[in-house]
């Protein structure tokens, strides 16, 4: 009985992880033709910026990366922050976001379809996870 809950548990798990992958790809993809393009997820880049770019200066400071849920600000800020001066311009941004749909994009089509999302999202750690767009 302990098996078959535990199997129940895990596939209950499983399909949760799947429809929350694909809720994800399909907010990004906004001409709902089942994959992401460049221009698309570049868009959501963008427009994530915008969102915790708090007072509209068109820089990340360190202060409004750490009030982002599941971000870790250290490793988002040594990856993202090309000039290490301590705050990420948009230029830059815009930078890591087109680095990490060409590190998901395996085939280089120019667009990420579910089985590339899912894959890119089941890494392990990275601080490009705010461009997984969760």
Do not use: C, H
Not at 4 to 22: D, G, K, N, P, Q
Not at 54 to 79: C, P, V, Y
Request: net charge neutral; proline share 1%.
């Amino acid at each position: 009985m302990k098996k078959i809950f535990a199997i129940v548990t895990v596939i209950l798990i499983s399909a949760a992880f799947a429809f929350a992958v694909e809720d994800s790809l399909l907010k990004l993809d906004k001409n709902k033709d089942g994959k992401v393009s460049r221009q698309e997820y570049m868009n959501a880049a963008t427009g994530m910026f915008n969102k915790y770019d708090a007072n509209g200066d068109g820089i990340l400071t360190r202060e409004e990366i750490q009030s982002i849920d599941k971000i870790d600000a250290e490793k988002f800020m040594a990856e993202v922050d090309a000039d290490k001066d301590g705050k990420i311009l948009k230029k830059e941004f815009e930078q890591a976001a087109k680095k990490r749909f060409s590190a998901i994009d395996k085939n280089k089509n120019g667009f990420i379809d579910r089985k590339e999302w899912e894959a890119g999202r089941s890494e392990l750690y990275s601080p490009f996870s705010l461009f997984t767009f969760e």
